[in-house]
């Protein structure tokens, strides 16, 4: 293409660059090093791979200026009091060498002010369309000041047309990336991100962290429903959020339990709105299980949105140090799991699918994680499921080790066999009320948890037909004349090896099926850590009652009331605990 270098006294043409200069007396020597940056995609190299990106500086009593594109016809960069387009004052340069300062009242076409910049270079070269100007620090008119205690302002980047384009234009659906509010300051020497009022300003000059990342329904290395990630900075967190086409919204979460209680959450939506962009960014929380809120401090800065064949990645970034509920990703900070959510194709926010949430293996160091993982699917839990694992637990952590701890210990108090005896038959009404409801639904009926249920629940059947079948096992007639009642039968050893074989087998297994059963459920941890207590305590009182057993040589004593007692308040509070946290487990509304 031909080239045409213009000054005030000269005109050649060569065959690489078209340059349209004023006349100055000495050229300005022009840094961008250190200089703010606002670029599309997110996470591009300027050097190489970007389609556009603008600059700015503060030098001496200047602003220098640097935008660049290799994909556009035109591109402009604005500074907002409002995010949007109302009141930006905004810089726009084309492929017809334009370039202008304009400004937009609403959200209309921006009109051309007409100011003088020093020194406006604009070259084509390769395809890349760059412009370099500069313009004082002071404010003309409309113009965004850059002067000491000027405001912050909202930084956008928009684009449009393609490389024949030589006029401005509409930037069409999501083509503009809004930056965040930003100090305008920012020097050579102190290169700074100023972050809304609320927070305090963040420098990043050091090396970023190794991106720790999270994905989600995943049918190859590239194909993924969503993907989230993090890295930092020096002072700063940057995340990202990357959905699939077809899919509506995702979200990264933070929380210290693997359900949603106490959840940091970073939501990213694709618009609605041809004028919003191709996303909006929300940092929101919830305290339990409903929907997440936004947050009344927004402290997200630097929101840049890419749509490419329907894939839509969002980069954004907040401060290390977190401010109330938000996470913080210092040293020395809480252990949190990452949480990753998807929604379908709705046009709104809301519930998503049972496969669609998943969770980091473990808890990590937000300060030094890294590397890659596959989120760990949550089945999310119906009212059905939680319901059966309510009842199991009552059935197989309270009334049957209560009842069996009476067998062991109270025989020779009056009422020992009529408590284990009631005790024992809540549990197996309790175990088939368990199993009916679990069988009421579509319950996957493969895994080691349904696998050692249906074992506990033929034990418990068993043992509840022996208990009934006792005296004919035992080979006993209590009707007949002169039956002595202390005399069980000649066959009694046979019932009794049977109903304590299984007796003691249930105590052992249906504990362990309750407690890969919580792991399906995908209660809190803590459900875990009550269970390994409930378990210690009684494996203490069983053993001190054996010490008292053998020191009143198999009698009956005044203690084991005392022992009874604190087993029933151990298992009671088990089972209360146990119940609050599997009933606030993650679960279909």
């Known amino acids: 293409e031909a080239t045409t270098t213009t000054t005030a006294a000269t005109t050649t043409t060569t065959e690489a660059t078209t340059t349209t200069q004023a006349t100055t007396t000495a050229a300005l020597e022009r840094s961008f090093s250190n200089a703010n940056t606002v670029k599309t995609p997110a996470g591009c190299d300027i050097t190489s791979n970007c389609d556009a990106f603008a600059q700015w500086i503060v030098v001496g009593d200047r602003v220098d200026f640097h935008l660049e594109t290799k994909t556009y016809g035109w591109m402009a960069l ?23 300062n304009q400004w937009a009242s609403t959200k209309s076409k921006p009109t051309n002010k007409n100011f003088d910049f020093t020194q406006p270079t604009i070259s084509i070269s390769g395809g890349v369309l760059s412009a370099t100007f500069s313009r004082p620090r002071a404010a003309v008119s409309s113009q965004v000041s850059f002067t000491e205690g000027a ?10 047309g393609s490389t024949s384009a030589t006029s401005f234009g ?57 993907r989230g990630a993090f890295s930092i900075q020096d002072d700063v967190t940057t995340l990202t959020v990357e959905v699939q086409a077809g899919v509506h919204w995702g979200a990264i979460g933070f929380t210290p339990t693997k359900s ?14 041809r004028r919003d962009g191709p996303c909006t960014v929300s940092h929101r929380y ?27 990645t969002a980069t954004f970034k907040r401060p290390v140090v977190g401010a109330g509920t938000a996470v913080s990703f210092e040293t020395g900070a809480p252990k949190m799991f990452m949480s990753l959510a998807h929604g379908g194709g709705a046009s709104a926010f809301g519930q998503h699918a049972s496969d669609a949430r998943g969770l980091s293996n473990d808890a990590l160091d937000l300060a030094s994680a890294s590397g890659s993982q596959d989120a760990a699917v949550l089945t999310l839990a119906t009212r059905a499921t939680i319901a059966h694992g309510i009842v199991m637990i009552l059935a197989w952590l309270l009334f049957s080790p209560v009842g069996s701890f009476i067998a062991a210990f109270m025989k020779g108090h009056p009422k020992w066999f009529a408590a284990h005896r009631g005790l024992q038959i809540c549990a197996i009404l309790f175990l088939i009320i368990g199993f009916i409801i679990i069988k009421s639904t579509d319950a996957n009926p493969d895994g080691k948890h349904q696998r050692m249920g249906l074992v506990v629940f033929i034990l418990g059947l068993l043992q509840a037909l022996l208990g009934i079948t006792r005296n004919l096992i035992s080979g006993f007639d209590p009707k007949a004349p002169n039956s002595d009642p202390d005399d069980h039968g000649p066959r009694r050893w046979i019932f009794n090896l049977l109903h304590r074989s299984v007796g003691y087998t ?17 209660a809190d941890d803590n459900a875990k850590n009550i269970m390994y207590s409930w378990g210690a305590f009684l494996a203490v009182l069983i053993l001190v009652g054996l010490v008292i057993r053998e020191r009143t040589d198999g009698k009956f004593a005044r203690p084991f009331l005392g022992l009874t007692g604190a087993v029933i308040v151990v298992c009671v509070l088990a089972f209360i605990f146990l119940a609050v946290i599997v009933g606030d487990a993650p679960r279909e509304l």
């Open 78 to 100: 604005g500074f907002s009091d409002s995010n949007g387009m109302p009141n930006t004052d905004i810089y726009a340069v084309n492929r017809g060498q334009q370039l202008q």
């Open 151 to 160: 405001a912050d302002k909202y930084v956008l980047l928009a684009y449009g």
């Open 170 to 226: 509409y930037h069409g659906f999501g083509n503009y990336v809004k930056a965040g509010l930003r100090s305008l300051l920012a020097s050579a020497d102190t290169p700074t991100t100023t972050l809304p009022a609320t927070t305090a300003a963040v420098t990043t000059t050091g090396a970023a962290s190794a991106e720790s990342e999270i994905t989600l329904g995943c049918n190859g290395n590239d194909d993924c429903k969503a």
């Open 260 to 273: 949603m209680a106490d959840t940091d959450i970073y939501l990213v939506e694709r618009s609605t709105s």
């Open 286 to 312: 919830t305290s339990g299980r409903s929907t997440p809120q936004a947050i009344e401090d927004q402290d997200l800065t630097e929101i840049e949105c890419t749509e490419i064949n329907g894939k839509l």
């Open 506 to 522: 249930l105590t052992v297994l249906a504990p362990v099926t309750v407690w890969y059963g919580i792991d399906i459920i995908g």
